[in-house]
């Protein structure tokens, strides 16, 4: 079985599967897992929807981008599937499962989120692996994993990962898994558990909204890679007619900024590209784009993005985006666009208005 990245990096280094993967896969397959109900969680490129496809598993999706990651595979593969399969992690689930596979995410926020899904199906003698390199062990995993079952074991390692072992789930009552970030105005915004910026507002983020240059004639605007939909927000606040665009690859992005942006005309996409947008129609793109992808840093995502910028932005169009200095995205964006200025920095953030 080859199981390949989507969207492709030219970073060899940067692999479809982990050692805890493998670990993970281990646990069930010396199992007679015939007539068994599993569900997978944050198998990010498919390596164990692939394996497993005998058992036609249960795949809780949480990024677009990984959804078709699953599909390219089971079809380079020659594996059928069938896209009710696929769920996301707000879903309610009828199925009762026997066995769940867990690769920790680094949100343990969303560990929890993905725990109290799980609960929610699992049959009584069920038992959810969970599995993550050893030096990504943080306590927290215990005491959520305590919240949440009776029975908690952690296994030796195996070429440095390991697996929680869980065990027996316990009634868990008023579990709201939503975060509240204060806006410096006393505004409160709501994001689902695994978000971006969990408790405060991000430091760029900040940065950006303090030097925030709208024109009034601004028409359509985007929001890309929205998270929960801050810069949205404060969009529409300021052009309350103005139509906005917000995109996020994370579902639970989206859903958080539904929960923050309201009007007939707001439009939320849940995709990793901009194709859904129109050509030429975009006054004004912002963002704060991603750079970490759980515990791996790459530009290559947000290049490919800028790039897609020029197609929806309107000639004479803006991209105003805010950046850790570090990633040095100035010789870049001057490939990309007519005109780059860095308008504003301060020692650890800049930021940059792109002209189409
Ligand atoms: C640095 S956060 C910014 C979130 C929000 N704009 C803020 O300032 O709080 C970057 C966001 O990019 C999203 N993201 C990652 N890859 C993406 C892609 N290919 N397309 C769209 N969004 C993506 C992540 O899910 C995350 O919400």
């Known amino acids: 079985m080859k199981v390949i990245r989507y969207p492709a990096t030219t970073d060899l280094s940067l692999k479809a599967w982990s050692a805890a993967d493998e670990f993970l896969l281990e646990q069930v397959l010396d199992q007679n897992l015939s007539g068994k109900k599993i569900i997978t969680y944050n198998d990010r490129f498919g390596y164990l929807n692939c394996q497993l496809h005998q058992n036609d598993a249960l795949s809780v999706i949480s990024y677009k981008s990984q959804e078709k990651s699953h599909k390219i595979n089971r079809e380079n593969n020659g594996l059928n599937f069938d896209d009710s399969r696929f769920i996301n992690p707000l879903s309610s689930i009828d199925e009762k499962i026997d066995i769940a596979l867990m690769k920790v995410p ?200 800028f790039k897609d910028v020029t197609y929806c932005l309107k000639q004479g169009g803006k991209f105003q985006l805010v950046a850790n200095r570090h990633l040095n995205y100035g010789p870049h964006l001057e490939r990309i666009f007519n005109k780059v200025i860095r308008v504003v920095h301060n020692d650890k953030f800049e930021i940059y208005n792109c002209i189409k």
């Open 106 to 305: 680094k949100s343990v926020n969303l560990f929890e989120l993905y725990l109290a899904q799980i609960a929610t199906c699992i049959k009584e003698e069920g038992v959810v692996y969970c599995s993550f390199m050893t030096r990504h062990f943080t306590k927290q995993l215990l005491s959520i994993s305590n919240k949440y079952f009776e029975v908690v074991e952690q296994s030796l390692a195996k070429k440095k990962a390991r697996v929680l072992i869980l065990k027996k789930k316990k009634e868990v009552i008023d579990n709201e898994l939503i975060n509240k970030l204060t806006l410096s105005n006393k505004e409160i915004l709501r994001q689902y558990y695994g978000v971006f910026s969990a408790k405060e507002i991000d430091q760029a983020t900040q940065f950006f909204i303090d030097n925030l240059q709208i024109e009034e004639n601004t028409k359509e605007v985007l929001d890309l890679a929205a998270g929960n939909g801050v810069l949205g927000h404060i969009i529409q606040k300021q052009l309350p007619n103005c139509k906005i665009h917000l995109i996020d690859d994370f579902y639970l992005a989206i859903e958080s900024a539904k929960l923050n942006l309201k009007g007939e005309n707001v439009c939320f996409h849940y995709n990793d590209t901009l194709k859904e947008i129109e050509e030429n129609s975009i006054d004004l793109v912002v963002s704060n784009p991603p750079f970490h992808f759980e515990y791996e840093t790459n530009i290559e995502i947000s290049l490919s993005l």
